[in-house]
């Protein structure tokens, strides 16, 4: 679907040859500008260490209170006690928090697949922090190195093997390690020199907002619950905000982009040649707004458009060319058709819970 759209940006922009994106680590490494940030040994901390209480806090707050959101909202909807104005609030805030993660934090700050005006690029940082999927440069150095090891010893969230390169076995545990565990095992320490980051650190605007991350999750609650009360002026409107609008939109969110890590490296089609697992998944592309096409992400890393096969949905990339339309957004990067059919191989299903290198 994205054939036609991509032929506009070409038009205008008569340099997109130099925007190759060639389906191996090579694109990160001409995106970062320099080669030796991949080979470069990663600071990392060993979340296990931590104690007890921290890891029961981290859990509280990324599965247990947006579950018990969820729950929540179950009930409202089971004793028929919600309104369009409930539901209103769920949609505007998992579309918006949801293109500040798959827009903002993937494709703009991770693979710079195109620039924006600086009031979009804070405005996509705020809300990707609304997603709670931790802070944007942490995200950020956890997704460059995912791309530059994925699969391999050196990647956070792969199924098949943990950041210190331990295997994992069982199709169980490897699902449970990509889907969720891997936030209690690894996380990378922000080396502001690091060619990984220094990128974004140099914006002061960004390193605010990463510094105010807890700050800012706190007010992915607040703000539904504030718009709540003011609709309908009472105290439980509050609750109302916070569950619809907040915990249990962040459950729903939260769960889908984390089967991105999991399913989409574990089952699936995967029509493009890549050096890993990655794999397409038609249900996630609709729902996580493009990104369920990951084996298309992983050949093509640094193209805005994800979902650019035919009949397939990328929310995300509608919102890139909307913005690029109206000049907020540019110097988005293309992928020239032939370099697609090259990458391309007949369609199969990669066998379940296994890792295929081979072409
Ligand atoms: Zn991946
Ligand atoms: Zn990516």
């Known amino acids: 679907m994205c054939s036609s759209l991509m032929l506009d ?20 490494l001409q995106c970062l500008q320099n080669k030796e940030a991949l080979t470069m040994p990663q600071s990392v901390e060993r979340l296990r260490d931590r104690p007890l209480w921290w890891h029961t806090f981290d859990m509280s707050r990324n599965l247990l209170f947006p579950f018990a959101g969820f729950l929540g909202i179950l009930a409202y909807i089971l ?84 950041y210190d390169g331990t295997p994992i076995t069982g199709t169980l545990n490897q699902f449970l390690h990509a889907h969720y565990t891997w936030l209690h095992w690894y996380d990378p320490i922000i080396d502001p020199q690091s060619p990984l980051i220094k990128d974004l650190y140099a914006d002061s605007s960004l390193r605010w907002i990463d510094r105010h991350y807890d700050f800012l999750t706190v007010m992915s609650l607040l703000i539904p619950g504030m718009l709540s009360v003011l609709y309908y002026g009472t105290a439980e409107g509050f609750v109302r905000g916070v569950v619809w609008g907040g915990l249990g939109r962040i459950f729903i969110s939260l769960q889908l982009i984390w089967l991105v890590s999991s399913v989409t490296h574990m089952f699936g089609k995967k029509p493009y040649v890549t050096n890993d697992g990655s794999t397409n998944n038609h249900f996630l592309g609709w729902l996580v707004m493009g990104e369920g096409y990951h084996n298309n992400h992983h050949a093509f890393p640094s193209s805005p458009c994800v979902g650019f096969d035919k009949g397939q949905f990328d929310l995300g990339w509608l919102f890139i060319k909307a913005m690029w339309k109206l000049g907020q957004a540019y110097d988005l990067k293309a992928i020239p058709e032939a370099r697609r059919r090259q990458f391309r191989k007949s369609s199969h299903h990669q066998p379940s819970g296994s890792l295929s290198t081979t072409p």
């Open 79 to 162: 004793s028929d006690h919600y309104t369009r104005f409930d539901i209103l609030l769920f949609v505007v805030f998992f579309l918006a928090t949801g293109i500040g993660a798959t827009v903002g934090f993937h494709r703009l700050f991770s693979h710079r697949a195109f620039k924006a005006k600086p009031w979009l690029r804070i405005t996509l940082a705020v809300l990707g922090s609304f997603a709670w999927q931790r802070p944007l440069f942490a995200w950020v150095v956890r997704h460059r190195l995912h791309h530059a090891h994925t699969d391999q010893k050196g990647d956070f969230h792969s199924p098949y093997i943990r």
């Open 9 to 28: 940006i070409r038009k205008s922009n008569p340099d997109y040859m130099t925007f190759f994106v060639d389906g191996t680590a090579y694109s990160l």
